[in-house]
């Protein structure tokens, strides 16, 4: 078989979750020098996903290229259980910093300005570089996107929310303040609450999905389903732009991921002015808003984090929006099972495209209410079930409580006494936080999907794990 169509055919099989299959076709594409990264790069996560990680181990422990040390390194983890410790932090960051060495530079570069936020960026074709101190990253932007007519305050807001916990330089005034755009967005990322904050917005709401340049265990395949059914039924308009920023935080010992929460818009407040944008929305439930780590709770209205990101994006001409601080994870539950779009929806990162793997935390507490299966016995379930405090906590136990699985957690049993059933209920002060012209109209959404919580309100009187 020529090699072409053996590579096709192995995408296609690994694509559809025939990982065996997959293998075998990658097993034969292996002595191809040319072929050689994606064939490996195939048998390793198809051991990966099927969680055979003592395989994946022995199979890719020579295979001397960047993404399979990092696979092996991770599987090597996972088999010497849940990785923690100095040892493996410094291992980990070793790791990272590999990835980082081997990132994509600008042909011209330039050099970091504390001073001026807005220079640090410039374009080249379709990419945006940004230069950070520590070096570059970057975003793929869709066609006829120019960094040239953004407006500066963009460009300031862009790097704020990227440095912001590092550089103090990045909270200078902006240089001149951006008129408000018409169209609201939201930074999308397929989960339930962010579909539930999709929900609830305006039909014309622009979905911004944000996507890893970089090798990782993060699985697209579940929001690219979701995101193909929004597109193909012009439920609503979904961009999605691949970007490496994540890689950002590893510099300062801390793992892959965002350099702070409202990064996952960076892409977003980036195409602004490309797109007419108003409004920036962020799917963060009640869980984390007017809850302290989903365990006690805080007025968010006065918070600083609150008041002072208002403001920062109001200066770019950004309305910051929390269409869902007026309801829980299990209310975001609640309105995506009355949308057409349940079906098409997988928070499970692990899954095989379809269905979750029933193994994980997001498979107990988000699948599970759905009436999905998952095994309660699962090692990372039952890890998370007897960590004190319990991680999602309120919505964990509400979680418990609505699946009839109380017993499994005896220890508990003093907070799961109350009737959580408010829980899946709206929070009228949370719709406080949307301003005008933005509130009346997810507000009479929110309404028409979810009763209001009977006051006085029990989230008041969230406080649990307050002696530990
Ligand atoms: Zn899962």
Redesign the pocket.
Known sequence: MRALIRRVLMRRTYNAGHYARARSHADRLLSIPHERLLARSVVLRSYWNEEAFQALVSTGKDWDDEASIHLVGLATERLSGVASGPMHDQRRQERWMNVCASQPVPAVSIEWNAERMEANFSQEGQRVWFRYPQGYVFWDMPERYELSSTHPSLLCLTAETLVFPWEPSAQSPFPSTRPYGHRGSLAFSAGVDSTAAALVMPDNTLLGYHRRSFDSMIDHRNAERLMLHLAEHQEREVVQVTSNHELIRTHHGKPVGFSFDLACAAHLILLADHHDLGAMAFGTPIDNTFLARGAKFRPFEVSPYFTYWTDRFAQAGLALLLPVASITEGGALQIVKQSGWADHLNS?M??DGVN?????W??FHKNGPLGRPFDINAPEIQQFLNKRPMPTATHALWALQSMGLEDKVPDLAPLLEQDLGWWTQAYPPGFDLLPEPWRASIEARVRDFLPLMPEPYALHNIDHFSDE
């Open positions: 499970c692990r899954g979750g793997c029933g193994q994980c997001k498979c």
